[in-house]
């Protein structure tokens, strides 16, 4: 009696392994950033009571592929942007100018 065992698309899960393996690695980066951004959003925000500086949070979305990364304070804009009465105060996009050159140079990595 002979048996035998045979592997067929072998080569395929190799492949979707490797993809799975670099996804994972994706991940990782849009994770970090996304903290690093909500860091330097946090130091940047200017502070009153502070209030501010607490609504900045991070959220990953698309699983995991998207960081999402802003103030909930409704005057948020006012101080980013400024009013007729008041000069702007940005803190988003500096932060954000900072982090997206980070972000582009950690991918560059991963595809070398």
């Known amino acids: 009696m002979k048996t035998s065992l045979s592997f067929k698309g072998i ?6 392994l ?6 994972s690695d994706v991940q990782k980066v849009v994770k970090s950033n996304g903290a690093q951004l909500n860091k330097k959003m946090q130091v940047a925000a200017p502070v009153d009571t502070g209030y501010l ?3 900045i949070n991070m959220s990953l979305e698309d699983g995991g592929f998207s ?3 802003g103030p909930t304070a409704n005057y948020a804009p006012y101080l980013e942007y400024g009013t007729r009465f008041q000069n702007a105060q940005p803190f988003v996009k500096p932060s954000f ?10 991918l560059e990595r991963l595809i070398k």
């Open 97 to 106: 100018n900072i982090q997206k050159n980070i972000f582009k140079n950690d």
């Open 11 to 16: 080569d395929q899960l190799v492949k979707h």
């Open 67 to 69: 960081a999402k990364v």
């Open 18 to 23: 490797d993809k799975a393996a670099s996804l």
């Open 53 to 55: 500086k607490r609504s």
